[in-house]
């Protein structure tokens, strides 16, 4: 069997072990929480404004905004931590990596199944909420917000998704640590500096592409220092590069390196 064949296995293996008590709660926690935030934030938006005040598209604006850090910042990137970050700790603690390691394509069948799961895993989650949350704005004039945001969730889970498995295999001893680490200083901090280095960060090239793909040029002009004026196609690419380099690191990791046994460690 190809190591696709193999990664498509050990991915559907990987979603029935899934299917507990703790980890459908974990699931449901992240579609609700941002939904139930958006919500009670909608509800008083409404309730202050007024139906002219909230109608206008200032306020679907901050509403979008609201929105996409909500999901594609916040809450994927919190999935992404709890699937994609252990995919070696959690084998090494288990004692199963030496078996692994003694098969054909075996490191490399794991990582990238792993890597899988956490995709479908953390996307259901963004998907179900995003649709949830446009639905309360109104389904008339969120249509197109939905479908991008759609869009960003899944390029946030690829890109985050290839990093927190690189910082899994380069840190497997405290990945989770590491990866908090990094999306607090990098994340969530460099890329909104206004210089060079935020380009690049992923959540740079996630917040260019929603200004360009919703037409905000508002949020553009008064965020152009972050926010740059690079065009949707090389945020694209980046995004492509940033999770290809990473993939590629972390199987050559696997393969070549020595990882110690829970008895050697």
């Known amino acids: 069997m190809t190591t696709l064949a193999l990664s498509l296995d050990v991915m559907l293996f990987e979603l029935r072990r899934s299917l507990t008590f703790g980890r459908m709660a974990a699931w449901g926690i992240l579609i609700l929480f941002p939904v139930a935030l958006f ?31 909500l999901i594609p910042e916040v809450c994927c990137l919190l999935g992404l931590l709890l699937w994609a970050t252990p995919a070696v700790s959690t084998e090494i603690e288990g004692q199963t990596w030496v078996y692994l390691a003694l098969r054909k394509a075996g490191r490399k069948s794991v990582l990238l199944g792993k890597y899988l799961t956490s995709l479908v895993w953390t996307f259901s989650t963004a998907l179900i909420s995003i649709t949830i949350c446009c639905c309360v704005v109104g389904p008339s004039v969120s249509w197109e917000l939905a479908m991008v945001l759609w869009a960003i969730a899944a390029l946030s889970c690829i890109s985050h998704g290839a990093l927190f498995i690189l910082i899994g295999t380069l840190f497997y001893r405290r990945s989770i640590v590491t990866a908090v680490l990094y999306t607090v200083v990098v994340e969530l901090g460099i890329s909104f500096v206004p210089a060079v280095i935020n380009k690049a960060t992923i959540n740079f090239r996630l917040r260019g592409l929603m200004a360009e793909w919703m037409g905000w040029e508002n949020a553009r002009s008064q965020f152009e220092n972050v926010l740059g004026t690079d065009p949707a196609w090389q945020h694209l690419l980046a995004l492509l590069l940033i999770a290809v380099l990473c993939l590629g690191v972390s199987l050559y990791r696997v393969e070549t390196t020595e990882y110690p046994t829970q008895q050697e460690g």
């Not at 009670?40 to 306020?59: C, F, H, K, Q, W």
Request: net charge negative.
């Open 39 to 69: 919500t009670t934030l909608n509800i008083l938006m409404r309730v202050n404004m007024g139906p002219e005040a909230y109608a206008s598209p200032d306020v679907f604006q901050a509403l979008g905004v609201t929105l996409y850090f």
